[in-house]
């Protein structure tokens, strides 16, 4: 599974009945460890020294971001496919696997940067003059004599009439205001 687990139910009795035939204990012995405190933390510092592996420090988590949003998040949004690539570099960078809350703050950061740096390069391809003309109708004014054919009934203009209503995913409120329409 890629990490230490949490207690006996996540181990499979047909693994603990292997491993402790390998090394000569009952495997009813490992009802008895203590799967918290000093004993497991120095155990697991045992293991991540034998097979090359470290816990994730912040500047670790910081770099597997930065290298999700450069590397994986341009061209994949979904999630369980982001968290393979992440755990998959983890293992190759000797790296133990995070928590899985902390793999979800990872993955948060890697979208939300990738998306800040598509936005950029959108935004870095419209030229000036179309930006002054998209922000004067989202402020709700034209900037132009041509801006009248985008006025609404009120006088404002489509885009700033737009973000001023209330966005709603339910379809009951729609029908409503469509006076019972689908």
């Known amino acids: 599974m890629g990490r230490f687990p949490r207690g006996r139910g996540e181990l499979p009795d047909e693994a603990v009945a292997y491993v402790a035939r390998q090394v000569g204990v009952v495997a009813s012995d490992l009802g008895f460890y203590e799967w918290d405190g000093r004993t497991v933390e120095y155990h697991r510092a045992q293991v991540r020294k034998f097979l090359g592996f470290r816990e994730c420090a912040a500047t670790d988590a910081g770099k597997l971001a930065a290298w999700l949003a450069g590397e994986v998040c341009q061209g994949e949004r979904r999630t369980e496919r982001v968290r393979e690539e992440l755990l998959q570099r ?22 939300r940067e990738a998306e800040k740096a598509l936005v950029a390069k959108v935004a870095g391809r ?11 109708l989202m402020a709700g004014a034209g900037d132009d004599d ?25 379809k009951g409120v729609e029908r409503q205001r469509n006076g019972g329409c689908r």
């Open 90 to 111: 983890c293992r190759q960078e000797g790296i133990e696997q995070p928590t899985p809350g902390r793999t979800s703050r990872i993955i948060a950061s890697g979208l």
């Open 146 to 170: 041509d801006a009248e054919d985008e006025l609404g009934e009120d006088g404002r203009a489509l885009f700033a009439q737009n973000s001023s209503r209330p966005a709603t995913g339910d």
């Open 126 to 136: 419209i030229p000036a003059q179309v930006a002054t003309r998209m922000n004067a």
